[in-house]
T-cell receptor, first 113, second 114 residues
């Protein structure tokens, strides 16, 4: 596709439920990033993939957060046993390689009730 | 801790004026610098990037970098109401190895008054 595509655009879940957020990067982009953006703040780094390899997951806030990119294209961010503090916009970005500018998708707005 | 600081604003300028957005960062090992524009409820959109000291111009936008002062700015000439948005400064810090992520400031909200 022309840009980074994320789904769903909005997700509402009850506390304790598991959620899965999908990211389809720009075709051919090797690098894929997940960020979390709280209201009124800049995005904060969660994790980074180069192809299918997860090279950095230092930003994941807890072991309830898990990300994968099994075939080096589409990525899924999974949050288990969601908590209210997980409510945020989750942004995916991709770049041609790790040194090129990153382009963002429209994000998934996650609300935990 | 690596930090990126921006004045949160709001910054208001009249239509046609120059808007000046500023950003400071904490680490001298920083590699590259980016400005993103974010409309409410939308994703960050890349406006400019700059790697070397000095100015870089693209249309109405000019990015300025001063590594000695750890300072990067964005100038918007002939500001338009459509420029009203939050502007995010982002820095890629060199951490060796595979580190490639951006560290963002909290953004400056710009309003261009018609």
């Amino acid at each position: 596709g022309a840009g980074v595509s994320q789904s769903p655009r909005y997700k509402v879940a009850k506390r304790g439920q598991d959620v899965a957020l999908r990211c389809d990067p720009i075709s051919g982009h090797v690098s894929l990033f997940w960020y979390q953006q709280a209201l009124g703040q800049g995005p904060e780094f969660l994790t980074y993939f180069q192809n299918e390899a997860q090279l950095d997951k230092s930003g994941l806030p807890s072991d309830r957060f898990f990300a994968e990119r099994p075939e080096g294209s589409v990525s899924t961010l999974k949050i288990q046993r969601t908590q209210q503090e997980d409510s945020a916009v989750y942004l995916c970005a991709s770049s041609a390689d790790g040194n090129q500018p990153q382009h963002f998708g429209d994000g998934t707005r996650l609300s935990i009730l | 801790q690596k930090e990126v600081e921006q004045n949160s604003g709001p910054l208001s300028v009249p239509e046609g004026a120059i808007a000046s957005l500023n950003c400071t960062y904490s680490d001298r090992g920083s590699q590259s610098f980016f400005w993103y524009r974010q409309y409410s409820g939308k994703s960050p959109e890349l406006i400019m990037f700059i790697y070397s000291n000095g100015d870089k111009e693209d249309g109405r936008f000019t990015a300025q970098l001063n590594k000695a002062s750890q300072y990067v700015s964005l100038l918007i000439r002939d500001s338009q109401p459509s420029d009203s948005a939050t502007y995010l400064c982002a820095v890629k810090f060199w951490a060796g190895g595979s580190a490639r992520q951006l560290t963002f400031g909290s953004g400056t909200q710009l309003t261009v008054l018609p």
